[in-house]
């Protein structure tokens, strides 16, 4: 049986189960779990709908109910075990185009890009997608976060131009490139350790070592300020996400750190800036 959006009565038993489970918006799931189903002609029975909505209702992330995520105008197949991607990063990722554009034209022609902590792929994905001349090294400290993003970059259509690894930080990357990367984008785990504490809604589903960003939330940012230099180029930039209120504590560390000569914040909708740029300094 094929389900199409004019089965009233399953989108009443539908638009039930979520409404009455506080679902924000339970118009716009209801299409997503039903083009979910309706693409999926193996499963593509009611109960295969019912199923979704359920463990929609039951709290398990629409990402992880449906397996993709829309992010810079593509989607981005997600999988439980892998942070599903944000919609706030997409101002971490246009950033990164822009400035690519600027100094590599608009289709980003030999542009060298890391995408540090990549997850899902998402960023570096749709780095690639905007620049189809540029090249991207992702890796992330997970092997399935690897092995998502491969599967991503593949059915996408970008693998040849998006090499993953998998490791601590900088570690499995080829040095051969070292000092010659134009841009790193990341976006690490920044919550404390305590304030996760506070947002355990965060853990039901996700896994922490996307979010815990150790005792201050800033871990991770110490580390990736110290090793990114010895692979950006001199005057390179690299681009972080940072969680809302943290700018003085990374204007500090950056401050602190003698191999960058510029630092540019950018500010979301609402003004709060949640994207840090930082240049190696040409001297260095
Ligand atoms: C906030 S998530 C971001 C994922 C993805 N880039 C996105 O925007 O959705 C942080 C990612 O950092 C990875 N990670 C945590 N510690 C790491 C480390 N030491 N080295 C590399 N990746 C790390 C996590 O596995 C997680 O995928």
């Known amino acids: 049986m094929s389900i199409t ?48 909505a359920r463990a929609r209702a039951s709290g398990t992330p629409l990402g992880y109910v449906i397996g993709r995520q829309r992010f810079m105008g593509i989607e981005i197949a997600v999988a439980p075990g892998v942070i599903i991607p944000r919609s706030e990063t997409e101002l971490l990722g246009w950033e990164t185009v822009i400035r690519i554009r600027e100094s590599h034209g608009a289709s980003g022609f030999g542009a060298r890009v890391i995408d540090m902590c990549c997850g899902s792929g998402n960023l570096a994905c749709g780095i690639a997608r905007a620049l189809p001349h540029a090249e991207v090294w992702a890796s992330d400290l997970m092997e399935n976060c690897a092995a998502l993003t491969h599967h991503n970059a593949r059915r996408l259509g970008l693998n040849e131009r998006i090499h993953v690894y998998h490791g601590d930080l900088f570690e499995p990357l080829p040095l051969h ?72 504590h990374i204007e500090r560390l950056l401050t602190r750190a003698q191999e960058y000569d510029k630092v540019e914040l950018v500010a979301d909708r609402r003004g709060e800036f949640r994207v840090a740029a930082v240049r190696r300094s040409l001297n260095h």
């Open 5 to 52: 959006s004019d089965d009233g009565t399953l989108q009443t038993e539908l638009f039930e189960m979520l409404s009455d489970a506080g679902i924000d918006d339970p118009y716009t799931e209801i299409e997503h779990i039903l083009g979910c189903v309706d693409s999926d002609s193996t499963q593509g029975t009611r109960e295969r709908a019912l199923e979704l």
């Open 177 to 248: 490139y070292a000092g010659h990367y134009d841009i790193i984008v990341c976006n690490p785990p920044y919550i404390s350790t305590h304030g996760l504490r506070q947002r355990d809604e965060l853990l039901r589903h996700e896994p922490r070592v996307a979010f815990d960003g150790g005792p201050y939330g800033v871990s991770l940012y110490q580390r990736l300020v110290r090793e990114a230099s010895r692979f950006l180029k001199r005057g390179g930039w690299m681009l972080f996400e940072m969680g809302e209120g943290q700018t003085p």
